[in-house]
């Protein structure tokens, strides 16, 4: 079907229609911290930042130890871990502020802030999030 | 058409004779041969005999994967043993009712309050006729099945941005699309400036098909004209005796059609997955789970939260703690284990299987999605705008509004499927509270059927990110990850196999779950039995 010129005007719409394993240019509209973490991270981490149990868990951010290093919450952001989607869809500046939020609220207090520069560099590590569509 | 009626009944006897004097499977593959099924590869129902006497199989999770492995393979002759999570079978195959109560992880609750008879599918809802596997366990299971209308050309395309935010009927919308595209094409082809040499001849068949396919006029033209609204829709339709005179609809202009972008709503329905006919049980999704828990009876162990999974030499145990009357953990055991529990959740769970399983189980996200139900008191969209099941899409976070393709006619309530999201939209869904999600759906649906605000009465609605034994909609592979981890997550490590979903090519639908689970537990019957 690629190959008909015929086609070409259609084609469009077939890639749309894919189901499962469509690629969606998605991302988020929102630009501070504290509206990134309460429309997106939260429906894992919750609102309290205190992750939820249920046959598995998601660990909470409120008192992770991990979050000490800046660097630790743009590389799973960027890449992922294990069942969580990557998030690299969002922007340099959008890891900027949503990593200075759930270091410096939620009840943390962690020295230091990561620059737009240093997700930059980081970038190159970025996991494509495949935005599945279920049937 | 006349002339393909003899020679598709002889094949058809041949294929007959095949089947009769060769068996099914030499016929299946004639007929796969000649382009004629090779729509599925559930082939058929599994058939497996001589379990080693006393063998046993412990099976992890009570969803469609799980049980159909302990159906197989307690048919087998092996002893069987499920443990589940919740406190009811059919994992993900699931249907919220009236009564019910559905707590998500953070503790949000609901109480759902649809009338008698009314559900929400917060997961699977479709079967497509090619899911051959499945619609085998409906029909062994006595399940019935009805038809799920996926496309109606009634109901709407809707974009905030195009036509002042007012819904375009489907037809409309679709209409439109083929006739300019086919308009233009026809151009080209009468211009002879295709890309590659068409024959005189070839050329004239092109641009008859291009004037059916498109409603055009005798000068390939995609103008107002009575075949054109034959496809999108009449102001006044035909009618009898003295209001017999239809009058013909105004296409919309050519830039309209395309800046308005409704057009990439209209191949949804095209995909295979997605193609009619499809099918829904009667009375929810979830009659298959409850129905094979029902056949399984005591084999299932509910309220097992699994902590560990070990094995050595001798078997597999699986350490699980009790979720309702807690105490000290319990183990089972057995020779053998499938494992269906979601790589979301095992790889959180202390399993000793070999390095390339468990990179695979530790390499796979899963999705993000949200449903919201929402009960009406009227069925308006039939009583007010004739659309009778099927889907309306919708640019806004809510993505679409799908009608429910039973009691038709019937006055009284329904239940619309009022936001089905996937990607960031169900991220955004998936953070508000329940109560937030619900208003939001109808918010979103008023501006669709503004009858919304005189008839919505109560909602529920399931974010699978927040959903306690799944953590997500389902494995979200990419090819990437496919190519570094998939035959490792399907290879039989020890005496443990996976199945589910996520161990298929056709994820997040359950013809995927039950296809992994037979083709585990087929190769996994053939390790044991030949040792």
Redesign the interface.
């Known amino acids: 079907m690629r190959g008909l010129g015929l086609a070409a005007a259609i084609a469009p719409i077939a890639i749309l229609a894919t189901s499962a394993g469509a690629q969606f240019a998605g991302g988020y509209r929102y630009q501070t911290g504290q509206d990134l973490y309460t429309h997106i991270c939260q429906g894992c981490h919750m609102p309290d930042g205190k992750g939820a149990t249920g046959a598995g868990a998601y660990p909470a951010l409120a008192g992770n130890p991990k979050l000490q290093s800046p660097l630790y919450p743009v590389l799973v952001m960027l890449k992922g871990q294990k069942a969580m989607p990557s998030f690299s869809e969002l922007s340099d500046a959008q890891i900027v502020e949503v990593t200075g939020y759930i270091r410096t609220k939620l009840g943390n207090n962690f020295p230091g802030a990561v620059t737009a520069e240093q997700v930059k560099a980081l970038r190159a590590q970025a996991v494509r999030q495949n935005a599945l569509r279920p049937g | 058409m006349r002339d393909e009626l003899p020679a598709l009944m002889s094949r058809r006897s041949l294929f007959s004779m095949i089947g009769k004097t060769a068996g099914i499977a030499v016929m299946y593959e004639a007929m796969a041969t000649m382009a004629y099924a090779a729509d599925s590869t559930f082939r058929q129902p599994i058939a497996l005999t001589g379990a080693p006497k006393g063998s046993s199989v412990l099976i992890l999770g009570a969803g469609l994967a799980g049980m159909v492995a302990a159906y197989e393979l307690g048919k087998a002759g092996y002893k069987v043993q499920i443990l589940e999570?919740q406190g009811r079978p059919g994992g993900r195959n699931w249907s919220l009712y009236g009564g019910d109560t559905y707590t998500e992880?953070?503790?949000f609750k609901q109480n759902i309050e649809f009338d008698k008879g009314l559900y929400l599918n917060p997961?699977?809802?479709?079967i497509p006729h090619h899911h051959k596997a499945i619609l085998h366990y409906c029909q062994l299971l006595g399940v019935q099945l009805e038809p799920f209308i996926q496309i109606n050309y009634a109901a709407y395309v809707h974009s905030t941005k195009a036509f002042g935010g007012k819904p375009q009927r489907y037809r409309s919308v679709e209409a439109d699309f083929d006739g300019y595209?086919a308009e233009?094409?026809a151009k080209t082809v009468q211009q002879d400036k295709?890309?590659?040499p068409v024959t005189k001849e070839d050329r004239e068949i092109?641009l008859q098909a291009l004037r059916g396919w498109g409603a055009l006029d005798k000068n390939y033209a995609y103008v107002k004209s009575e075949d054109a609204s034959n496809r999108r829709g009449f102001d006044h339709p035909p009618g009898g005796g003295l209001d017999a005179m239809p009058t013909p609809t105004d296409p919309v202009s050519l830039e309209d059609m395309i800046r308005g972008r409704l057009?990439?709503s209209?191949?949804?329905?095209?995909?295979y997955?997605?193609q009619q006919t499809m099918f829904q049980p009667v009375g929810g999704m979830g009659m298959i789970g409850k129905a094979f828990g029902k056949e399984l009876g005591e084999i299932i162990r509910y309220n097992a939260?699994?902590t560990e999974i070990r094995q050595d030499k001798r078997g597999v145990t699986a350490t699980f703690v009790d979720t309702l009357k807690g105490g000290a953990p319990q183990t089972a055991h057995a020779d053998w284990c499938v494992c269906t529990?979601p790589?979301?959740?095992l790889?959180?769970?202390p399993i000793n299987v070999g390095a390339p399983m468990k990179a695979a189980i530790?390499a796979?996200?899963?999705?993000?999605?949200a449903k919201v139900g929402l009960q009406m008191k009227r069925r308006f969209w039939e009583e007010d705008e004739g659309i009778y099941g099927g889907i309306t899409y919708t640019d806004q976070p809510n993505s679409m509004i799908s009608y429910p393709s039973t009691d038709f006619f019937k006055r009284g309530k329904g239940v619309l499927l009022g936001a089905y999201t996937?990607?960031?939209n169900a991220?955004?869904f998936?953070?508000m509270p329940p109560e937030e999600r619900i208003a939001k759906a109808v918010e979103y649906g008023a501006n669709i059927h503004p009858q919304y605000r005189e008839e919505f009465e109560t909602g529920a609605t399931v974010?699978w990110?927040?959903?306690?034994?799944?953590?997500?909609?389902?494995g979200?592979?990419?090819e990437e990850t496919r190519a570094a981890h998939y035959n490792d997550i399907c290879a039989i490590d020890g005496r443990i196999v996976m199945a589910g979903e996520h161990v298929s090519m056709?994820?997040?639908?359950?013809e995927g779950a039950v296809l992994s689970s037979l083709d585990a537990i087929g190769r996994l019957h053939k390790r044991i039995v030949q040792g």
Do not use: N
């Open positions: 999570y992880l953070g503790g997961g699977p809802w479709r595209v233009l094409l295709l890309d590659r092109l057009w990439r209209i191949g949804s329905s095209k995909a997955d997605v939260k699994v529990i790589a979301s959740v790889s959180q769970i530790d796979l996200p899963y999705a993000a999605s996937f990607g960031p991220v955004e998936t953070a974010a990110h927040r959903v306690p034994w799944t953590l997500g909609c389902a979200s592979w990419t056709i994820p997040a639908w359950q």
